[in-house]
């Protein structure tokens, strides 16, 4: 492999492959403490009740594979593109000394997550430059792409469809990942997802508040406040009021279709609001968008452009 090829490292969350492996995850997710019995128990009951295991290693695998698509048919044989996760194999420290080890010239990351935050997007990135400077080979990343043009357009577009089925006083709610707040201090985070929210509500037309809100899911289990409001808590309020007969749920914060959003969302927020007696529904996940990942290359080649 030459020099001046660059070699790209997609990196997601990262899933349990099969049952067996779901201990092994939840404890690295808890940076090497094991579950308790009944936290396992319950995290297997989830993933049992979306058919066993996510399917979030197929759907970043066939992300990959359109970004590399993309890639190749703008610029053949410029880039190699390998897969690093955060949490299962293989690793982002594993990717990139893939790359290492195959001889290319720089190495960009992107992140399947289009919202910045230090505790997210940046520990992703923090591992990629890391070991890349420890193996001797220049990185870059593409630190957020929340308001890339055609992620919005597909956010419009979706949320259109579900609103014109939907009853005529339905509430959007643009819903992402809760972090605690300690983490959130002086972060980009909510900024970025109220950016990305507010502007695709705008092109809908929505009322803010009436119309349209941020939710907030998938909160851990610690003693540690996380960001609200919940999403629960958020349909609790819309049936109790009676301010809505409705809602749209778009998981702008995630990009595949996995366990936060078909248990947490399809699962738990859907029988919430169906047992409340509220019309839900849920726009379908980027998952491996070509015009997306089009674009999503793109922003990869530009990053490529300030490597040394």
């Known amino acids: 492999m030459s020099a001046s090829t660059i070699g790209v490292v997609v990196m997601a969350y990262g899933t349990p492959s099969r049952p067996d492996d779901i201990l092994a995850y939840y404890t690295h997710i808890r940076r090497g403490q094991p579950p308790t019995p009944e936290q396992l128990a319950e995290l297997e009951a989830r993933y049992r009740a979306i058919g066993g295991v996510s399917p979030l290693r197929r759907r970043t695998e066939a992300q990959l594979a359109r970004l590399d698509a993309a890639l190749q048919a703008g610029h053949p044989g410029r880039f190699v593109t390998v897969l690093g996760m955060k949490h299962s194999e293989p690793f982002i420290e594993d990717g990139v000394g893939e790359l290492a080890k195959a001889g290319v010239g720089g190495i960009v990351g992107l992140v399947l997550a289009p919202h910045y935050s230090r505790g997210g997007v940046g520990e992703y990135i923090e591992r990629l430059h890391a070991t890349a400077d420890g193996l001797g080979v220049p990185s870059v990343a593409v630190e957020s792409w929340h308001l890339l043009p055609e992620l919005l357009d597909i956010h419009t577009a979706r949320i259109a469809d579900r609103l014109a089925a939907m009853p005529e006083r339905t509430k959007v709610l643009?819903?992402?990942?809760?972090?605690?707040?300690?983490?959130?201090?002086?972060?980009?985070y909510p900024d970025q997802l109220r950016q990305s929210a507010a502007t695709v509500a705008l092109r809908l037309g929505l009322n803010?508040?009436?119309?349209?809100?941020?939710?907030?899911?998938?909160?851990g289990r610690t003693s540690d406040p996380w960001r609200g409001p919940d999403i629960l808590d958020v349909i609790d309020d819309l049936?109790?009021?009676?301010?809505?007969?409705?809602?749209?749920?778009?998981?702008?914060?995630?990009?595949?279709?996995?366990?936060e959003v078909l248990y947490d969302l399809d699962i738990a927020a859907r029988q919430r609001a169906e047992s409340l007696g509220l019309a839900f529904a849920r726009t379908g996940a980027v998952n491996d968008d070509p015009a997306v990942f089009r674009a999503l290359a793109g922003r990869v080649v530009d990053a490529a452009s300030v490597l040394p």
């Open 239 to 259: 049936a109790g009021t009676g301010r809505a007969d409705g809602l749209v749920v778009c998981a702008q914060g995630f990009v595949s279709d996995h366990l």
């Open 208 to 219: 803010r508040w009436a119309g349209w809100a941020i939710a907030w899911q998938s909160a």
């Open 174 to 188: 643009f819903t992402a990942h809760s972090l605690p707040e300690r983490v959130l201090v002086d972060d980009v």
